[in-house]
């Protein structure tokens, strides 16, 4: 029933943006924090953001701050993750997740996953 749909990835050159969305149904969506993720093969899944309920709080994993930002619009049911500058070690899998705990960076916190978005930057 709960269904979190990403959407933005693709190829994009070293320096490029990107920006995810992530759109999400069969839930109060204003009732969940929500986070980004994302996975390299060989490698686990990280935080690369999360966003309050409201919208008014905001972390960002250390490798992507200062070129991230990451929004949600409520009435839309979505959450973007936008990307600028990307780099090569940027390229991962790229989840959006739900979390019914305030803010959190935690894998375990999080309830419900999409199934990810390829983002692949290259040199």
């Known amino acids: 029933q709960v269904q979190l749909v990403e959407s933005g990835g693709g190829l994009v050159q070293a320096g490029g943006s990107l920006r995810l969305a992530c759109v999400a149904s069969g839930l109060t969506f204003g009732g969940y924090s929500m986070g980004w993720f994302r996975q390299a093969p060989g490698k686990e899944r990280e935080a690369v953001g999360a966003?309050?309920?409201?919208?008014?709080?905001?972390y960002y994993a250390d490798s992507v701050r200062g070129r991230s930002t990451i929004s949600r619009d409520n009435a839309k049911n979505t959450v973007y993750l936008q990307m600028s500058n990307l780099k090569p070690e940027d390229t991962a899998v790229y989840y959006c997740?739900?979390?019914?705990?305030?803010?959190?960076?935690?894998?375990?916190?999080?309830?419900?996953w999409g199934q990810g978005t390829q983002v692949t930057v290259s040199s």
């Open positions: 997740a739900a979390s019914q705990v305030v803010i959190t960076t935690d894998v375990q916190s999080y309830r419900y």
């Open positions: 966003i309050s309920r409201g919208g008014g709080n905001t």
